[in-house]
Every structure is written in C-alpha cells, then in structure tokens.
C-alpha cells in the first residue's frame, strides 16, 4: 500500500471517530486521607472535547486525499 493511500485511510479512520465519540474521557486518582489505617481516595472524571468541526474536516481531507491517490493527473503540452 502507498504511503498516501494509508495516510488517507488513516484520516478516514480518525475522522470517524472524533464524529463518533466527540471527545476523550479519563479517570484520575487522588489521595485524600490517609490517617492509619484508613485511606479515602477521590476519582476524577475529565474530558477533553472534540469538535464535530474537527472531525468533518479530517474525515473531509483523508477522502479527498484518497480521491487524489488514484487519480493520474497529466499536463497539456
């Protein structure tokens, strides 16, 4: 496969999955007594949005570099 067609589909794959999820979402852990025996610990969920935008215009761009892979173009003398 070419670099071009995989970079496309790539694209396409990634494209798909901002539309898909529209964001990231993970967890963190933070420690907040710890007295002896006992320990508390707190979780917290954060997002990182993604634009729908964002998503079309990759989706957007590995198509039409996947378009312009198989086409040949050639000059008029």
């Known amino acids: 496969m070419r670099p071009k067609t995989l970079a496309a589909w790539i694209l396409i ?9 529209q964001g990231i979402t993970y967890t ?7 007295v002896g025996p006992v320990h508390v610990t707190t979780e917290r969920s ?6 729908p935008i964002g998503g079309a215009l990759v989706l ?3 198509v039409v570099l996947l ?3 198989g086409k040949r173009f ?3 003398a």
Do not use: W
């Open 74 to 76: 050639s000059r008029a």
């Open 60 to 62: 957007a761009g590995g």
């Open 13 to 21: 794959a990634a494209g798909i999955l901002a539309l898909a999820y």
């Open 67 to 69: 378009l312009m892979d």
């Open 46 to 51: 954060h997002t990182i949005p993604i634009a």
């Open 28 to 34: 963190t852990r933070g420690k907040t007594v710890d």
